[in-house]
């Protein structure tokens, strides 16, 4: 993790507030449209499931890999997005 | 276990642990006695009749609980995953699935713990432990030369040199280990005699693993770093020494003054003859 996208900044540097599904790294149109279809429609239900998992971050990259069939790239930015983001907010 | 006993006498939570600690997948919670009863029959009692006493945990887990971890109600999942030494979040319809995957991988781990001769019951971090080492012998044995080995103790951080160190030293790398071997646990049966980066060959390589490797990687040669610590820990202590003994003259010149100091006061009542004698030598 030496370096972090755009994506990933922008999401950690502020409250995520109604933000959609979109707005967290890793999750482009296709993996979000797959969490919307699921329920995940905003930042903060992922966020929920990630506490659900104890902010276990190996728990959440399985769980997003299984929903979405997102890479473990796409998954492990997530979680490290939710993670960071968890750090500065929670 | 006493073996006088009926399972019908038992209570029934006591026959619902004793079917958890041999490894027998537990019915839906709300079965009555009778459905517990059965299964303590079948599965303990028929075994210790049996005689075996070590090796029947051996074999009993693969078959009876791999495939059944869907079975689990939610409060046996937790308590199995608890009893494998992982501390498991509520579970929900959405966080189910992956606990029981959790759960699946666990029980495989601790099944190769089992096959590698490791009987320990000790603590979650141990097992992996067992469970590296098992790889490492089979490696040892097959390839029987010494830079194999010294090959593994660098692509493997944990391997059996280093064993006490870790564990005792840095408590926490065992949570690296914990989630590197998560993703690249596989049998290690059909291991016999290949080469020796098999141990993470079938993963992708992800920018994580990457991460995770180097994290670890960079954590191999704990020996040197405590090698290191002593060496600069000796040169602060000479330098220390040293310039304890710089000072030391101007420290004996202070004390010195201060005794002299308190001896004029009382020269006049204890006689001076001692006093005399050390500040005359120096004066000379």
């Known amino acids: ?90 | 276990m006493p073996l006088s006993e009926h399972p019908a006498s038992l209570s029934k939570s006591r026959l619902k642990s004793d079917l958890v600690a041999h490894g027998v997948t537990l019915p839906p919670a709300k079965s009555k006695k009778e459905v517990y009863v059965k299964l303590h029959l079948k599965h303990v009692d028929q075994k210790t009749s049996a005689g075996l006493s070590g090796d029947e945990e051996e074999e009993n887990p693969e078959e009876a609980e791999m495939p059944d971890v869907t079975a689990l109600t939610d409060d046996d999942l937790k308590a199995t995953l608890h009893k494998y030494g992982f501390k498991a979040g509520p579970i929900v319809a959405s966080t189910r699935a992956v606990h029981e995957k959790k759960l699946r991988r666990l029980l495989q781990s601790d099944r190769q713990v089992r096959f590698s001769g490791a009987e320990k019951e000790v603590l979650y971090s141990d097992r992996k432990e067992e469970e590296e080492n098992g790889q490492d012998d089979d490696d040892d044995a097959d390839s029987g030369m010494a830079s194999n080995a010294l090959d593994f103790f660098f692509f493997l951080p944990s391997s059996e040199p280093m064993k006490g160190t870790f564990k005792d030293i840095i408590p926490d790398t065992e949570a690296i280990q914990r989630r590197t071997y998560a993703t690249c646990r596989k049998p290690i049966k059909g291991t016999a005699g290949r080469p020796v980066q098999r141990a993470y060959a079938d993963t992708p390589a992800s920018p994580t693993t990457i991460g995770r490797r180097e994290v670890e990687r960079r954590l191999v040669p704990i020996h040197i770093q405590i090698l290191v610590f002593f060496i600069v820990a000796c040169l602060f202590y000479l330098i220390n020494v040293c310039v304890e003994d710089n000072s030391l003259s101007p420290l004996v010149a202070l004390l010195d003054s201060l005794t002299q100091g308190v001896d004029s006061d009382e020269r006049a009542l204890i006689q001076s003859n001692t006093q005399d004698t050390p500040v005359l030598s120096r004066q000379v």
């Open chain 1, 1 to 90: 993790m030496s370096t972090t996208s755009q994506k990933h900044r922008d999401f950690v540097a502020e409250p995520m507030g109604d933000k959609s599904v979109t707005a967290l790294s890793g999750i482009g149109e296709t993996l979000g449209r797959k969490l919307e279809d699921q329920g995940f429609d905003k930042a903060y239900t992922v966020l929920g499931q990630f506490l659900l998992l104890r902010k276990d971050t190996e728990l959440f990259v399985e769980w997003l890999k299984d929903a979405t069939g997102a890479n473990t790239r796409q998954a492990t930015s997530c979680a490290q997005c939710m993670k960071e983001w968890c750090d500065a907010f929670l």
